[in-house]
């Protein structure tokens, strides 16, 4: 159920000259078999430990184009930092072939570097006790990123990013969602290709998520960067990524566009209906009622369905007070999916 790209994200912007390395525009990212496999020791009694393997990705393919938005999901402990960590030269496969734009990152990792930005959501990069902008230069001095280019990607990502204010501030003063954005420019700033987001948006306010959001669509549309994003928001992945990749237990269940995950994990959202008064449970087509407390009633549907009918539906029929949609539990709908395909 895979999902190819729609055409060159990059379409029509310039690009810097890679020296003809640019591993192809329709396999820039290639996964091929990828296996990476950790020994670990466990206690077998008083003084005694045994070897154990832990397979945190197993046998994984896949092929990314080049500009294209693709979202990496899946539960804790699925694989996901672990593939993320091996296309970025960090970790070492087991198996298996791995390229992005045509080089093998355990490889050729410091020449990898120069092409590829990272965000690691629990991590930063920032230099903790510097003020923001000592981080960046320092950053510029690293990447040898020429000084006008550094001066239009700086003044670029502190607006785009909101960071004027916070530039003077020493990072360990920042708040997450300031670091967050301080931590995306800094992975921005000597121009790369390829940008992995692993959990980019985590504990961030409604505000900060928005502006991030907002700012990596910008980024895909102006200047073709090719991101893979990990995330628990199905929201991040709604609003910035057409292809959603479902990891689980190192494995790939799957790789398609998310109403199709949506489909194979029969996943429901809720709408969640405050009435005038306590009424008997809501009944419409489409949409079952899950849950009544008192004048607040919860309403299953299909995620693949839009909500605006059945909104309409209760405007119009019930004395209707508030309402608000919860999207499905990311976790829920692949534990069904592992639990079918298990069953087969």
């Known amino acids: 159920m895979s999902v190819s790209a729609d055409g060159d994200a990059g379409g029509g ?11 192809g525009d329709a396999g ?6 990828i296996e990476k496999v950790f020994d670990v020791r466990r206690r077998a009694g008083l003084l ?7 397979r945190a990705v197993d046998g994984i ?24 960590k091996m296309l970025t030269g960090i970790l070492t496969p087991s198996g298996g072939r791995l390229r992005v734009a045509g080089i093998d990152p355990s490889r050729e990792r410091t020449r990898l570097a120069q092409r590829i930005g990272v965000v690691f959501g629990q991590r930063t990069t920032l230099w903790w006790d510097l003020p923001l902008i000592d981080s960046y230069r320092l950053m510029h001095r690293m990447y040898r990123v020429p000084d006008a280019r550094f001066r239009v990607n700086l ?6 990013l909101d960071l004027a204010e ?23 700033l000597h121009d790369p290709e390829v940008l992995y987001l692993d959990e980019p948006t ?40 057409k292809r959603v990749m479902v990891i689980d237990h190192g494995r790939l269940l799957y790789d398609g566009a ?16 405050d009435l005038e008064r306590e009424l008997p449970p809501i009944g419409l087509p489409g949409a079952r009622t899950v849950r009544v407390e008192g004048p607040r009633q919860w309403l299953a549907f299909p995620a693949t369905e839009s909500a605006a009918p059945l909104v309409a539906r209760v405007a119009a029929e019930y004395p209707l007070v508030d309402l608000s949609v919860r999207e499905p539990d990311i976790e829920a709908v692949i534990a069904k999916m592992y639990v079918d395909r298990s069953a087969v």
């Open 13 to 23: 912007h310039a690009r810097r000259d890679t020296g003809g390395d640019t591993g």
């Open 28 to 33: 820039f990212i290639e996964l091929d078999g």
């Open 48 to 54: 005694r430990r045994e070897k154990h393997q832990v």
């Open 61 to 84: 393919s896949f092929r990314v184009p080049r500009g294209e938005m693709v979202g990496y999901i899946g539960p804790n402990g699925a694989g996901k930092s672990t593939t993320i």
């Open 155 to 160: 003044e670029r990502c502190v607006e785009l």
């Open 166 to 188: 916070l530039l003077d501030v020493p990072v360990r003063q920042l708040s997450l969602g300031q670091r967050m954005r301080g931590d995306i420019a800094a992975a921005l």
């Open 202 to 241: 985590i504990g961030l306010d409604v505000v900060s998520k928005a502006k991030v959001r907002e700012f990596l669509r910008d980024l895909n549309a102006e200047r073709g960067t090719t991101v893979l994003l990990t995330t628990h928001d199905l929201t991040d992945i709604e609003q910035l990524c």
């Open 258 to 273: 998310l109403a199709g995950l949506h489909e194979v994990g029969e996943s429901e959202r809720t709408l969640v209906v």
